[in-house]
């Protein structure tokens, strides 16, 4: 499975993006996906996980109710749609495919990556 992320760049502060993560395979259709993200100087860290059919989502605490994710699974698509955006965003955003179908917030439990979209958010 190759993922491709992409919808990154560079926005002012309060703005908004929307990140997009492509499958290659419908493989990735039944598995659970999450977004990271990694700051120059930091861990990676989860932002965002979805399970297999939507129905299931958790975000680390610091984007709750200014991201949200989404799946399109006729598209093999996972979306992070991202609001508010604050310059403590700023970070490589990376989307990756969960070895099961139920979403994961350990890094561990991911078996395929995107190579990361950049994302810049200036005050």
């Known amino acids: 499975v190759q993922l491709q992320a992409s919808g990154g760049g560079l926005v002012q502060a309060g703005g908004s993006l929307r990140l997009s993560c492509t499958a290659s395979?419908?493989?990735?259709?039944?598995?659970?996906v999450g977004w990271f993200r990694q700051a120059p100087g930091k861990e990676r860290e989860i932002v965002a996980a979805?399970?297999?059919?939507?129905?299931?989502?958790t975000y680390t605490d610091s984007v709750k109710g200014r991201f949200t994710i989404s799946r399109d699974r006729s598209k093999d698509t996972v979306y992070l749609q991202m609001d508010n955006l604050k310059p403590e965003d700023t970070a490589i955003y990376y989307c990756?495919?969960?070895?099961?179908?139920?979403?994961?917030?350990?890094?561990?439990?991911?078996?395929?990556w995107g190579q990361g979209t950049q994302v810049t958010v200036s005050s």
């Open positions: 395979r419908r493989t990735s259709s039944n598995n659970g």
């Open positions: 990756a495919v969960a070895r099961s179908s139920g979403l994961s917030t350990r890094s561990g439990s991911y078996s395929y």
């Open positions: 979805i399970n297999w059919n939507g129905g299931d989502t």
